[in-house]
């Protein structure tokens, strides 16, 4: 069974940072591409960063610059260091697999506020 754990979120005032982690178990996250997903308040869920394994990585337009996404595969773990934190990136973030439309079960997500 595949297990997602989020974590590192918290309350931060614009342009400060923050990195989180997703630790995975059930699967060994080398063989996936994987990826950042965030849900707003009344918004839908938008994948924000993407870890394509050797073929690099890829960022929503809106956090390109500012964040980082990347693994570690000996501690199966993605991260996701933001920086420039800014209000419109108040989210719960979630990671999950990229493959096109199925995810696993979705982790408790990890609350990320912005807020001065």
């Known amino acids: 069974q595949v297990q997602l754990v989020e974590s590192g979120g918290g309350l931060v005032q614009p342009g400060g940072s923050l990195r989180l982690s997703c630790a995975a178990s059930?699967?060994?996250?080398?063989?996936?591409?994987m990826g950042w997903y965030r849900q707003a308040p009344g918004k839908q869920r938008e994948l924000v960063a993407q870890?394509?394994?050797?073929?690099?990585?890829n960022y929503a337009d809106s956090v390109k610059g500012r964040f980082t996404i990347s693994r570690d595969i000996g501690k199966n773990t993605v991260y996701l260091q933001m920086n420039n934190l800014k209000h419109e990136d108040t989210a719960v973030y979630y990671c999950?697999?990229?493959?096109?439309?199925?995810?696993?079960?979705w982790g408790q997500g990890t609350q990320v506020t912005v807020s001065s």
């Open positions: 999950n697999r990229i493959d096109g439309g199925s995810f696993w079960s």
């Open positions: 059930g699967i060994t996250i080398v063989f996936y591409r």
């Open positions: 870890h394509n394994g050797g073929a690099g990585t």
